[in-house]
């Protein structure tokens, strides 16, 4: 879309590079468009430079939708991290898990991929994050409620409060999960967390409500809190998605209200003309 005249051709604008314009930037936009016409594509390309307001109106629009395909594209991501660890070791949500001949390189797996779940779910809620701040403004409606849901999720959902901190956790001690009660003759065993051992010390604190809970089981039990990773896996993909439906709705419902304001600028020209 910043084209040079004197080629008559238009180069495209994405949406991050839309985000770093400056105002000085607007009156050098011209209009571009490519359509799917008899199965072929052609572009059509505005050779006058569009007023300030309909620069921004462009820009609003492309920085949008790019933020929306972004979480999109995160998500596929996300699934594809924890469905190839699930179908890799034949992860049941009970924890349960097939350790094959090799019980130590099955633990290598469960780890590296967990590690793999755990960046990419972060990676997506923190850039969503991130975007919808700039795009709507920390003081905006949006926002607020985002920030509503994400404090709600990590002071309630042990799941979410784990994976948050685990990432960090994953870099330093490499080993997260273990595993427990080996059936030789099935090949079976149930992946855990130890929630005592990785807690301790490692900036969660003991009085958030999840972790609280579980550490009164130690002390009434005294055995050390497990929970298996299925459990968790399940719970942390529902958050992480949930959130990422509520951004996407967000950004749905602005890019439409920014199309409506450029619609009308598209103009078709012809070929000779471009």
């Not at 770093?20 to 016409?37: C, E, H």
Request: proline share 4%; aromatic share 10%; net charge negative.
């Amino acid at each position: 879309m910043n084209a040079n005249k004197s080629e008559s051709r238009a180069a495209i604008l994405h949406g991050w590079m839309a985000a770093n314009l400056k105002d000085s930037d607007i009156p050098k936009l011209r209009l571009a468009r490519m359509v799917l016409k008899d199965s072929t594509l052609d572009q059509y390309y505005d050779e006058f430079p569009l007023p300030p307001e309909k620069g921004k109106f462009i820009i609003n629009y492309l920085i949008v939708t790019s933020y929306f395909w972004s979480i999109v594209h995160q998500h596929i991501g996300f699934d594809e991290t924890n469905r190839a660890l699930v179908e890799k070791v034949h992860l049941t949500e009970d924890g349960q898990f097939n350790f094959g001949e090799s019980p130590d390189r099955t633990i290598g797996i469960l780890n590296a991929f967990f590690a793999n779940v755990l960046t990419t779910g972060n990676r997506l809620v923190e850039s969503t994050e991130r975007n919808l701040k700039k795009f709507f403004t920390e003081d905006s409606e949006t926002f607020v409620l985002w920030k509503t849901m994400t404090n709600s999720i990590y002071n309630t959902d042990l799941a979410y409060v784990l994976c948050k901190k685990l990432r960090n956790i994953y870099e330093h001690d490499n080993v997260l999960i273990n595993i427990t009660e080996p059936n030789l003759e099935t090949g079976r065993a149930y992946a855990v967390i130890n929630l005592e051992h990785e807690l301790q010390g490692k900036e969660i604190p003991f009085t958030h409500v999840p972790v609280a809970s579980f550490l009164r089981e130690r002390k009434q039990s005294g055995v050390p809190p497990r929970r298996n990773i299925g459990l968790i896996l399940r719970n942390f993909f529902s958050d992480v998605t949930g959130l990422s439906i509520f951004a996407l709705t967000e950004l749905m419902e602005a890019a439409t209200d920014a199309y409506e304001k450029i619609e009308p600028l598209f103009q078709t020209f012809e070929a000779d003309n471009l």
